[in-house]
């Protein structure tokens, strides 16, 4: 029988990868959006990393990051994600259609509150692109009002 040990990382190693500080993943272990070992860890000892806590740290950044969400919406975005994963981890183990059925069920009004979460951003983006749009006319049409033609 062949043991794998699954290989960590040290924090300043998955800062640099994920391109973050960090006191940035401090404070995401601080408001549970990121699950390490770091509760567990002795007094003076190195938190240590997953490759799956560096897929979820390079996923929580790139939602911040695409999505603009405050800290409160990226928390329930990703509440909403491991509660998910949970059920797809649920489904693996079960062999009926009920089962199967009420598992489907739980999932759904997950997958709409994170579509409604962005939803709600793409909604704001939009009116920000439509207000910069209505500008830059503005802008080019006062440009043509200044460029007169020069008289030889």
């Not at 029988?1 to 601080?30: F, K, L, N, S």
């Not at 491991?82 to 009926?96: D, F, N």
Request: proline residues 1%.
């Amino acid at each position: 029988m062949t043991i794998t040990v699954e290989r960590t990382h040290r924090i300043g190693e998955v800062a640099e990868q994920v391109g973050v500080t960090t006191r940035t993943i401090r404070y995401y272990e601080e408001l549970g959006l990121l699950g390490t070992d770091g509760g567990n860890r002795s007094k003076g000892s190195h938190r240590l990393y997953t490759d799956a806590d560096i897929g979820r740290l390079t996923e929580l950044v790139r939602l911040r990051e695409l999505l603009g969400l405050s800290l409160e919406e990226l928390t329930a975005l990703a509440d909403t994600g491991q509660a998910r994963a949970a059920l797809r981890e649920q489904w693996a183990g079960t062999s009926t259609d009920d089962e199967r059925a009420a598992i489907i069920l739980q999932s759904i009004p997950l997958v709409e509150r994170q579509l409604e979460l962005i939803g709600s951003r793409r909604q704001k983006l939009d009116e920000f692109a439509a207000e910069l749009k209505a500008k830059l006319q503005k802008l080019r049409t006062e440009q043509r009002k200044l460029q007169k033609p020069v008289s030889r």
